[in-house]
């Protein structure tokens, strides 16, 4: 996005200075991408000013009259969701990352190369699958089938210490619960965070890699010394754009989930902490007057944790970027 | 090359036109039809039946209204009705503003809101009568027991978390003989905001008060319940998991599970479209309202002989004078239709509601015959 509205400004000056003959096929283009550029920041910059603009009546106004709040602190409403949009995100996260890096090692640097190809193919395809298609899997069918296992979960582990906090009973009935939302979500953003990290694999110099085997490394040796390190600044920046899916995915979490406005870190019972984006898709229908400004602005708590995200992401590529090339 | 590009940005501009022209044509409807009392409309000839008129409100009647709209403009090619799903609270506001020419609305406007003048309006006066009626039914997924018999108490603990069990005793006896299970009952209710949830609550609130103490509104009041979204949610769970129990529009209701008869005034009445009807029939009108403002004080607690408790009763509601005549003369024409034998059917077809009876609707009728349209 930065480069295509960079680059043409820096080279236009010295072209400039020394007069070299602009043909109108450079003007049309140098205009259009950068009004192209123009244009992403206006976009950002109207959805911002509308959020904080429709939030005010929310966040300023009387609490008591909301039909939503009724009386209820605005911040004490919206705590539960961020809570539960972060939780589930984070969880989808902790089962994605090791499964993604699993594959774009498998495909940079085990798998045979035709292979290599169909399945990198595969989980490209793997994106195109829309996330409605993911809810309706999710809520007709993996949850059902996850829900014996849940059973046996909180059976087994559920009564240990510790892991009790996170696995006890009672089981839900459904098996719509947050780790059914998470395991959904994890599958949702394999594909960004595969790509990403194959990536970087694949640019790893092959000088380090050759250097390690002939140093005597055996070949996990060799991804651990050179690919692993060398990588670290794209895989952190997959995870962030994963996690950034995550956090803002509506459908999938909105059919899935069985979410109230609670704070709990129980992963297998009825009660499940609900995410924002699910809840302003769930009451946004019947809604009206200041209840919508109160939904408009836990929207606005939505951007500002996914910006905040993709900020990080961006930042920690740019430090490793002569590094990376993933950026 | 340079095609290409040029072609690329052309196809682009051409979309982006299409989307703006597309937002424009949609946007003119809506206010077109609310706002322009004169104008297209104002060509008609006198009773005839061509204009727009637009309307808001109960996303519960959005099914219905659009299989009524369809039938209704195909019998009467010169007249556009749109109706917006924008819930009752929009609805109400928007009708108040003069917005919307019509409204489709879950509860009448209190006495107390009538005096505050409605904007589109010519007088004061208001037309508000219930054709829209759906049941809300309880039901089970219990493998090999089709209906259980529960009274108001029960339905209220079950749904409260008190009582738990399937086999537990408040259950049991009011089924003898019926072998009920020894597992966990699992309540499920919507996870999104909905008339449904609201016409449950208030049956809870009204029948079983000491048992049933959450505030009344169109969301769950307890937190930590098991969830699922629309209609389809609910039903979907109760089709697929054993030992839930849940309540959703009576139409929707999955083909395995079973039914709760509720107990009312001694007697367990399953749901049916007749009983569901005769809940309004046995109710009072509301007291302090004019003749053609039909508005019943449904009350729960007091359904008798036979009445199926659990209903929502949604209401069609216009201006008994508006500016225009010809406006005037669509909506009565359109009302006539819905409240009309016919109009109940597509209703019952495609929604699922509970026809109104013939004693209804002579009154409805009645009521609808008071819009001016001189």
């Known amino acids: ?126 994106a195109a699958v829309p996330s409605v298609v993911f809810g309706l ?9 996850l829900q014996p296992f849940f059973a046996t979960l909180t059976d087994t582990i559920g009564t240990w210490p510790i892991l009790n906090l996170f696995f006890s009973g009672p089981v839900s009935a459904t098996g719509r619960t947050v780790l059914t939302a998470a395991l959904v979500l994890s599958v949702m ?24 085997l002939a ?22 920046s997959g995870a962030m754009l994963g996690l950034g899916r995550a956090l803002g995915e509506t459908m999938a979490v909105t059919m899935v989930l069985s979410g109230s ?29 200041t209840g919508v400004n109160t939904l408009i602005a836990t929207g606005l708590i939505l951007f500002i944790v996914t910006f905040a995200v993709n900020a990080v992401a961006r930042w920690i590529v740019n430090r490793r970027a002569e590094f990376s090339g993933a950026n | 090359m340079k095609l290409t590009r040029l072609s690329g940005i052309a196809a682009l501009g051409a979309v982006a036109a299409l989307t703006l022209a ?36 109960a996303s519960s009647q959005a099914a219905a209204q659009a299989a009524l709209v369809a039938t209704f403009q195909g019998k009467n090619p010169g007249v556009t009705v749109n109706y917006e799903s924008t819930g009752s609270g929009a609805g109400r ?29 010519a007088t004061d006066s208001i037309v508000e009568v219930p054709t829209y009626i759906s049941p809300v039914a309880v039901a089970f997924n219990l493998p090999g027991i089709d209906t259980l018999n529960m009274d108001a108490a029960t339905i209220a603990g079950i749904f409260a978390g008190e009582i738990t069990q399937w086999n537990d005793e408040a259950i049991a006896s009011q089924n003898e003989g019926v072998e009920l299970p020894d597992s966990a ?94 809940l309004i029939e046995n109710s009072p009108l509301e007291e302090g309202r004019e003749p053609q403002d039909l508005v019943f004080a449904v009350d729960p607690a007091s359904a008798s002989d036979g009445a199926y408790p659990i209903a929502l009763v949604s209401y069609l509601i216009s201006c008994t004078e508006y500016e225009d005549a010809t406006k005037a003369q669509l909506v009565k024409d359109y009302f006539t239709f819905v409240a009309s034998a016919e109009g109940q059917e597509i209703s019952a077809a495609e929604a699922g509601s509970a026809p109104i009876s013939d004693a209804l609707r002579e009154q409805v009728s009645a009521a609808i015959d008071a819009i001016v349209t001189e």
């Not at chain 2, 509104?217 to 307890?222: A, M, Q, R, T, Y």
Request: aromatic share 8%.
């Open chain 1, 261 to 289: 406005p609670i704070v709990a870190f129980q992963l297998l019972q009825s009660g499940n902490p609900q995410s924002i984006a699910a809840n302003i898709a769930l009451h946004f229908p019947e809604a009206f007057d």
């Open chain 2, 185 to 278: 009952i699992t309540p499920v209710n919507r996870s999104d905001a909905s008339g449904t949830t609201e016409t449950f609550v208030s049956y809870l609130s009204a029948t079983a008060g000491d048992v049933w103490t959450y505030e009344v509104g169109d969301e769950w009041p307890i937190d930590g319940t098991e969830r699922a979204q629309g209609t389809q949610g609910i039903a979907q769970v109760l089709g697929s998991s054993e030992g839930t129990i849940g309540y959703l529009d009576a139409s929707q209701i999955p083909a395995d599970a079973g039914q709760v008869a509720v107990g009312v005034d001694g007697e367990y009445v399953p749901y049916s479209a007749e009983a569901a009807s005769k």
């Open chain 1, 137 to 145: 899997w999710g809520a007709l069918f993996f949850s059902g089938f």
């Open chain 2, 93 to 121: 506001d928007n009708f108040l503003a003069g917005a919307s020419d019509f409204i489709g609305s879950d509860r009448a406007y209190h006495v107390e809101e009538l005096s505050a003048g409605f904007k589109g309006c």
């Open chain 1, 1 to 126: 996005m930065s480069t295509t509205e960079k680059a043409p400004a820096r080279q236009a000056p010295p072209e400039g200075s020394i007069k070299a003959k602009k043909r109108p096929g450079d003007l049309a283009f140098s205009g259009s991408s950068l009004g192209a550029g123009i244009i992403i920041l206006i976009v950002l910059a109207a959805t911002a000013v509308f959020l904080v603009v429709q939030s005010i009546p929310a966040i300023a106004g009387d609490a008591d009259t909301n039909p939503i709040l009724g009386g209820e602190n605005f911040w004490s409403y919206a705590l539960p969701f961020l809570f539960g949009t972060l939780w589930s995100a984070l969880l989808a996260l902790a089962i994605a990352s090791p499964i993604a890096i699993g594959i774009a090692l498998f495909i940079s640097h085990y798998a045979p190369r035709r292979l290599a190809a169909v399945l990198g193919y595969i989980i490209d395809l793997l």
């Open chain 1, 215 to 236: 140093l005597g490394a055996t070949r996990w040796e060799m991804i651990r010394m050179a690919v692993l390190p060398f990588a670290r600044g794209g895989m952190v």
């Open chain 2, 22 to 57: 597309g937002c424009a044509a949609n946007e003119d409807t809506t206010p077109a039809s609310s706002s322009a009392p004169e104008g297209s409309s104002s060509e008609a000839p006198a009773g005839g039946a061509t204009g727009t008129i637009g309307a808001t409100g």
């Open chain 1, 189 to 212: 953003i394999l594909p960004i965070m595969t790509a990403i990290c194959r990536e970087v694999f694949l640019q790893t110099p092959k000088l380090h890699e050759e250097a390690a």
